[in-house]
């Protein structure tokens, strides 16, 4: 649902932008118009709707393009660095991003549009450096090849489940690609009817305004709660929260936060006091029979004291932006809201996120309204 709201807010918000028309947010390179949906940004595009029996190759000579340029060393860490993929990707005219923070220079992406545009060979490459802590494979990436020869676009992907080199496969035409003004990146083969949409400059690129402190505390109490607990869910106490939202979700993303995968270390049979206990760590009154609920009487085991989940959610965690930040005694206001897939502020999803510092550096989350 919360994937659904977005999408029709995000029309609202770029209909009224522009000439009422609907018309999505400006484009700023490219020449192609902006699409208004997405992949995950570590998703394999999806399949063509009719593949062409000839298929591209990539050229047989070296990449055309300025080495890849860090602007951001800080948010990354010495695994990725001295990993053999993240030296290959400094060679080459690149767009680099760890856990989906572009860590690069936007000069080979401009260069690469500019040459694009007047029919000139070039290359791009996009690396998506993932880390996920309790994973069988916990090092990943997701590369991307565009090469801009003779007039031609095309793409090759191929997604890496280690850090050692890799080259991108089975390169297909592509029928759009743009970069917004919100430092989004914007592609589509042919014959595949959604695009794929990540960010490839850095929000500290592009908004000065943007401090480090309304990353930090994005980073810090909004980022834990995933999208459960947050936009489209409006509480003012624990018990409304429970009674509004599944808490078992709750705990899954919060326990994500802090171990890594959830399955990994309890398999299906999710001990009732370790949910408890993670959950009173960032909420008053926390309740078995609230975390049980209406939901999961069928799956509570009381001899083992366990609730079986296999989960299956779905859907994706939503781009938040913090924008102010009010403190008052041990009570911090963070206001917030949601971005749409181009990374613009959707109308009506701002938010205030109100929590309780503790001395031992500690909080707990107070409630979650819709700002006036």
């Known amino acids: 649902m919360l994937t659904a709201l977005v999408l029709v807010c995000a029309l609202t918000a770029c209909g009224e932008q522009g000439d009422g028309s609907g018309a999505v947010p400006e484009i700023t390179s490219g020449s192609i118009p902006l699409p208004t949906s997405q992949n995950p940004p570590s998703a394999t595009p999806s399949e063509p709707d009719a593949a062409s ?58 260069d690469f549009l500019a040459a694009m545009e007047k029919g000139e060979d070039r290359d791009l490459y996009l690396y998506q450096f993932y880390y996920s802590e309790g994973n069988s494979a916990p090092y990943t990436c997701f590369l991307v090849h565009f090469i801009s020869s003779g007039g031609s676009v095309t793409v090759g992907s191929n997604y890496s489940d280690n850090w050692d080199t890799a080259e991108a496969e089975e390169f297909r035409p592509l029928d759009l690609i743009s970069m917004n003004k919100h430092g989004f990146l914007f592609y589509r083969e042919e014959g595949v009817s959604e695009a794929t949409a990540t960010q490839v400059v850095n929000d500290r690129t592009l908004d000065i305004d943007y401090t480090e402190k309304f990353r930090k505390l994005r980073d810090t109490y909004l980022t834990p709660l995933g999208m459960t607990a947050l936009v489209e869910h409006p509480w003012s106490s624990t018990a409304e929260l429970a009674e509004s939202v599944d808490l078992v979700w709750v705990f899954e993303d919060l326990y994500r936060s802090e171990n890594g995968d959830p399955w990994a270390s309890l398999g299906n049979n999710w001990p009732l006091d370790t949910m408890l206990e993670t ?21 509570y085991d009381s001899q083992t004291n366990t609730i079986f989940y296999e989960g299956g959610r779905g859907g994706m965690t939503p781009v938040f932006r913090v924008d102010t930040c009010i403190e008052e005694g041990d009570r911090l206001s963070i206001g917030y809201m949601i971005c749409d897939e181009s990374g613009a502020p959707v109308e009506g999803s701002h938010y205030i996120l109100t929590v309780r510092t503790l001395e031992d550096g500690t909080f707990r989350y107070l409630s979650n309204l819709p700002s006036d």
């Open 53 to 110: 029996d000839d298929q591209p190759q990539a050229p047989s000579r070296g990449p055309i393009g300025s080495p890849a340029v860090i602007l951001y060393p800080e948010l990354a860490d010495e695994t990725l660095t001295a990993s053999a993929l993240y030296r290959q990707a400094l060679e080459r005219p690149s767009v680099i991003c760890y856990q989906e923070e572009p860590l690069t220079d936007p000069q080979p992406l401009e």
């Open 279 to 299: 959950l009173s760590h960032y909420f008053d009154g926390v309740t078995k029979e609230m975390i049980i609920g209406r939901k999961y009487t069928n799956a």
